[in-house]
């Protein structure tokens, strides 16, 4: 069974750091496609960053672009999102999602099939 577990929320000023980790057990996950997620009261879930396992190639949302990066550790079969000079509109719950079609990138909620239960990440003004 899949799992995947998110942890590094949390409250922080504005241009501030904050390290999420998304843990993942019950599978081998070199081939999978993971990302990151968020959703703001009242709004969608929306991409935010991720990463092909398989080539460590990673994709970012333009808004976030410059200040967040993402990697992963095969060894540990976890994903890491580093994000550095964050803003009041980045508050959000962040989800980290995986999916073993993984031929193609793709930034939809849909194309993901399992989901961390998300994590807090809160920036004051």
């Known amino acids: 069974q899949v799992q995947l577990v998110e942890s590094g929320g949390g409250l922080v000023q504005a241009g501030g750091s904050l390290r999420l980790s998304c843990a993942a057990s019950?599978?081998?996950?070199?081939?999978?496609?993971m990302g990151w997620f968020r959703q703001a009261p009242g709004k969608e879930r929306e991409f935010v960053a991720g990463?092909?396992?398989?080539?460590?190639?990673?994709y970012f949302a333009d808004s976030v672009k410059g200040r967040f990066t993402v990697s992963g550790d095969n060894a540990k079969n976890t994903v890491y999102l580093q994000m550095n000079s964050l803003k009041p509109e980045d508050t959000a719950v962040y989800y980290c999602?995986?999916?073993?079609?993984?031929?193609?990138?793709?930034?939809?909620?849909?194309?993901?099939?399992?989901w961390g239960q998300g994590t807090q990440v809160t920036v004051s003004s």
């Open positions: 990463i092909k396992m398989s080539a460590s190639s990673t």
């Open positions: 999602a995986a999916t073993a079609r993984a031929s193609l990138w793709s930034v939809y909620p849909r194309s993901f099939d399992y």
């Open positions: 019950g599978r081998t996950f070199s081939n999978y496609n």
